[in-house]
């Protein structure tokens, strides 16, 4: 037998022992306050994750990670049927989110991250998803089995003041005459061309089969959407939303668009979001033109407009102007197939700003 380096035998000790102090635990109201806490802590750009008012309004199920009667860590999961274009059957999706460590302890960061991730993965019934992946994670979620699938989403983008964007995501401030320059040459389109686009105040149960025949005969794997699913996203403490059906020549209601003006709290980032949409190829370029028309008449100031949708969108969002489109990675377990297609209403992408 080969004797470990003391080294390592101490570093497998102390994993150990960190895991064993670590419990995962089922959410329980008493913890609301402390953990309400370790959200503001975590994220101080985002003071938004620690509002009682979201947190209330969020459907979803909760762990905690508990050491020494302490929260250290939190996640959530959040179910949504996704159903395949073909008919196959459909899929309950667990949405990961807003995982959260007490980043004190470097040991007890890790164990607690496992443990919640793995509660997320062993829920019943759920095959476990998650957006707003970062390159420097992606190992670890392929390490455990899960897929990245870049070739399903798109996030598009056309921005009115490139530099306030380029500087927020961190890109280069020398790409800023050349989005100028494509500005000047590709126009944003800001009206209806094949139909009629009306405003809502809610969204109709009569609707439901539309929605859903519009979504099977074009994405892969989608999202379900219903009213009540829509009337819950509008319902979202803090936010105004925007919301207008489209009429096709008939009179026929062929799509939808909800959009809103999002404003960063702590740092300067101003844009109009394109939350969700549905609707055949006419109707979305509509629709995406009435967003477009807010952008630039109504929303004054705002540095530009984006939005998030399937890779074979890219022509709608091209005609209305929004040419800038890279791949959005989402993770799915795996065995769950099918291109995904998801918009800022699935999982929880509009709860921030």
């Known amino acids: ?18 895991d064993k102090d670590v419990q995962i635990i089922p959410f329980e109201v008493k913890y609301l306050d402390e953990t309400l806490a370790l959200l503001k802590r975590w994220s101080p750009d985002h003071p938004e994750l620690g509002e009682r008012s979201l947190y ?17 860590g939190h996640i959530g ?82 921005f009115f003041r490139p530099g306030k964007a380029l500087t927020y995501w961190k890109k280069s401030a020398a790409l800023t005459p050349l989005m100028l320059a494509a500005n000047l040459v590709r126009r944003p389109r800001t009206r209806p061309r094949f139909g009629q686009v009306e405003p809502i105040p809610q969204f109709s149960p009569e609707w439901d089969a539309t929605w859903d025949r519009l979504l099977s005969g ?26 207008f059906v489209h009429r096709d020549a008939s009179g026929a209601v062929d799509g939808y668009v ?16 394109i939350c969700d949409f549905v609707g055949t190829e006419t109707a979305q370029q509509d629709l995406l033109a009435e967003a ?29 102007g929004m040419y800038i489109a890279q791949p959005y990675p989402v993770v799915l377990a795996a065995g769950v197939a099918g291109r995904p297609r998801v918009s800022f209403f699935d999982s929880d992408l509009d709860n921030l700003w």
């Open 258 to 273: 909800v959009y809103r003006r999002a404003r960063h709290k702590t740092r300067d980032l101003d844009l109009v979001k």
């Open 56 to 72: 209330d309004w969020q459907r979803c199920t909760r762990y905690l990670a508990m050491k020494d009667g302490r929260v250290v």
């Open 77 to 158: 999961q959040m179910q949504h049927e996704f159903r395949h274009g073909d008919g196959g059957p459909p899929v309950q999706l667990g949405w990961g989110i807003t995982l959260v460590l007490d980043m004190s302890d470097d040991s007890t960061r890790k164990m607690a991250g496992r443990g919640l991730l793995k509660a997320c993965e062993d829920a019943p019934g759920l095959k476990y998803a998650a957006v707003g992946v970062v390159p420097t994670i992606e190992p670890a979620y392929l390490r455990r089995g899960h897929q990245i699938r870049r070739d399903g989403s798109n996030y598009y983008a056309r």
């Open 218 to 243: 074009r994405y892969e794997l989608y999202g379900a959407r219903n009213a009540e699913f829509l009337n819950h996203k509008l319902a979202q403490p803090n936010r105004t939303y925007f919301r």
């Open 292 to 320: 477009m028309r807010y952008a630039v008449t109504e929303a004054s100031g705002t540095y530009g407009i984006v939005g998030l949708s399937a890779a074979l969108d890219a022509a709608a969002f091209r005609a209305a």
């Open 1 to 18: 037998m080969v004797a470990r380096p003391v080294s390592a035998a101490l570093a497998t000790w102390r994993a150990v022992a960190a």
